[in-house]
């Protein structure tokens, strides 16, 4: 098993940064695909990005894509994300997830995710 705290939310202006971190406990963290999720009010839970094991590999939803970095230290058991030209419509609470499976080709489900964060609010104000 892992545990999955995050940490970096806040509220911050159309146009501004922010770096959310996850970090992990448990389990060897490399061994996990990690993934970030967010949930907006009255919305479901949406992929944002997910990074393979060794952090070769990368994905993110066409919403976020060219604004938004993910990465990971496997030496600090730790994923972030990079969120730069926030929009309003970026404001939800941000899930850390990790998965045990291998393919790349499933990251973006939420389905093979079997460990989350509690998450974390992130407010973009126009």
């Known amino acids: 098993q892992v545990q999955l705290v995050e940490s970096g939310g806040g509220l911050v202006q159309a146009g501004g940064s922010l770096r959310l971190s996850c970090a992990a406990s448990?389990?060897?963290?490399?061994?996990?695909?990690m993934g970030w999720f967010r949930q907006a009010p009255g919305k479901e839970r949406e992929f944002v990005a997910a990074i393979s094991r060794s952090g070769a590999y990368t994905n993110y939803a066409d919403s976020v894509k060219g604004r938004f970095t993910i990465s990971r230290d496997n030496a600090m058991n730790t994923v972030y994300l990079q969120m730069n030209s926030l929009k309003p419509e970026d404001t939800a609470v941000y899930y850390c997830?990790?998965?045990?499976?291998?393919?790349?080709?499933?990251?973006?489900?939420?389905?093979?995710?079997?460990?989350w964060g509690q998450g974390t609010q992130v407010t973009v104000s126009s």
């Open positions: 997830a990790a998965s045990d499976a291998r393919s790349i080709a499933t990251m973006t489900l939420r389905s093979v995710y079997a460990y």
């Open positions: 448990g389990r060897t963290f490399s061994s996990y695909t």
